[in-house]
């Protein structure tokens, strides 16, 4: 089948992910600078994870864009991709107005954790359904849908989860380093399209 429906799906369900997420950020009472200060936590939640979202959102379609078709277990697994990206507004609206204390610190962390590892099963059904290892998503992606900056970003949210009990900032400053490392979405899948033209 296409993969039509489930790109239209996809960015339905991010942008219903944005727009909740966006709806935590309250109007403050007053009408001064002062007024602002309470709600910091929270709007550095919220930009952390649109940040998060829309790199997903750019990876999401750049993987999509090498694709041909899909097969029920790509759609599946992207299901349970976007079941653990649909949790960024609860561990986001937590962290924050609970001005990054452990426990949901630490929780963010761990909704950060599983997103990234369900994204690996996804990129691995969508080579599998195009062609293997040598059908173009596989040739970009070296066959299995992982590389360096996965690994590294699984290492850094296993470290950063446990830290967040002692040192909450710290824990929120490696998810942002991690954000940083995938500001730039996958080149592989760019290069290797423009490559192939």
Known sequence: MGKGRIEAF????????????????????????ASLRPLLPVFLSYALSFIYVGIYWNNHHHLLHAVQQVDGRAMWANLFFLFWLSLFPFATAWMGENHFTPLPTAMYGVVLLIAAVSWIPLARTLICSNGGADGVLGRALGGR???????????????AIPLAFYLPVLSCALYALVALLWIVPDRRIELHLKHSA
């Open 145 to 159: 849908g992982g590389d360096w900056k996965v690994k590294a970003s699984l290492l850094v949210y296993a470290l």
């Open 10 to 33: 996809s960015d339905g369900v991010i942008a219903i992910i944005i727009t909740i997420m966006v709806l935590e950020l309250k109007v403050p009472h007053g009408s001064d600078f």
